[in-house]
């Protein structure tokens, strides 16, 4: 049973204007209504159909558009041949579903003038995500945010996920108590996705082994994890590498501890947007400081890091 109200749904703006994403499940219809019982009052919801399910997609949709209307809500709906794009671009259906998503909602943006999406992840997506993260090499146990800049179709968009610290089982009791319906989405039990296996088949072995609640356990991680992360924003600030033409000053980086240069190299790669910044591209742009090294190290996305007289800088 949800035995409290998450912190930004008490906090925030009732007045603002937000989108929500509602696919029709538990999740998210969960949070649909938790905004209404909050007193929000300005809600687009947003749908896209992915067309991944034949008519089981088009009732999502019928009954995402009832359920907005029912509790006065404005409706977006939108529909995308997600198979087809993933095979146009050469991609995963997870890929080019979030291609769609993300299109989808900057279109949202547009039409209502909004820049704010609320999205229902919570406490289980996060412990995927901070798993996942940690086997693709990232830096830490690094999960989502509850609130995030994110570009999406030429849009810097704000994303908020008020539910990080609800479990999944929490939010099905809180509808199952009320009597509220959902959709039931039949995939998310296939192994045919990497967060589908997280969940289904990874997590479970991770309980069965360790005797104990795995998501917990990451979800902890997480909040640590970001607590260690903004001790580390103060200390790249105070460090003082970028000059006033936004490149890193690699006399001044020599100067600090190797593991202040990492966290100064991988907060610059991300605030110049390369994306995917790993460890090892850290590890490559720290050996690009050395003077004797290469020059040039290539960055995903296609730019480059360049070192030359003394300076570091990003070049598309």
Not at 153 to 169: A, K, N, S, W, Y
Not at 191 to 202: G, T
Not at 287 to 304: K, M, Q
Request: aromatic share 6%; glycine share 8%; charged share 30%.
């Amino acid at each position: 049973m949800l035995d409290r109200i998450p912190g930004w749904l008490e906090e925030a703006s009732k007045r603002r204007r937000y989108l929500i994403g509602v696919s029709g499940g538990a999740d998210s219809v969960a949070l649909l209504h938790l905004l209404r019982s909050c007193g929000f009052g300005s809600v687009v919801v947003c749908h896209l159909d992915h067309r991944l399910r034949e008519e089981e997609s088009s009732e999502d949709a019928r009954f995402v558009r009832k359920l907005a209307k029912k509790l006065g809500y404005d409706f977006e709906g939108g529909s995308v041949d997600v198979a087809s794009l993933a095979r146009g671009e050469k991609v995963s259906v997870e890929t080019a579903g979030r291609m769609a998503r993300h299109a989808f909602f900057a279109d949202c943006s547009r039409a209502w003038r909004c820049r704010r999406v609320i999205l229902a992840h919570h406490g289980d997506d996060q412990a995927e995500t901070v798993l996942w993260n940690l086997m693709r090499g990232s830096r830490g146990a690094s999960g989502m945010e509850e609130s995030q800049t994110v570009t999406m179709d030429g849009l810097q968009m704000e994303l908020i996920r008020p539910l990080l610290g609800v479990r999944r089982t929490e939010l099905r009791h809180w509808l199952e108590m009320k009597g509220l319906r959902w959709r039931e989405d039949a995939s998310n039990a296939e192994a045919i996705a990497v967060r589908n296996r997280m969940r289904n088949e990874a997590l479970p072995l991770l309980e069965e082994i360790a005797k104990r609640d795995p998501v917990t356990a990451l979800i902890k991680a997480a909040r640590s994890d970001a607590e260690m992360r903004e001790i580390e924003a103060w200390a790249v600030e105070q460090a003082g590498v970028i000059d006033p033409q936004w490149r890193l000053h690699l006399p001044q980086l020599r100067t600090l501890p190797e593991v202040i240069q990492r966290a100064c190299l991988f907060s610059y790669l991300r605030e110049c947007g390369v994306s995917n910044v790993t460890r090892s591209l850290v590890e490559r742009a720290l050996a690009l400081a050395d003077p004797d090294a290469p020059s040039v190290v290539n960055l995903p996305g296609g730019g480059t890091l360049r070192r030359r007289a003394g300076r570091m800088w990003v070049e598309e």
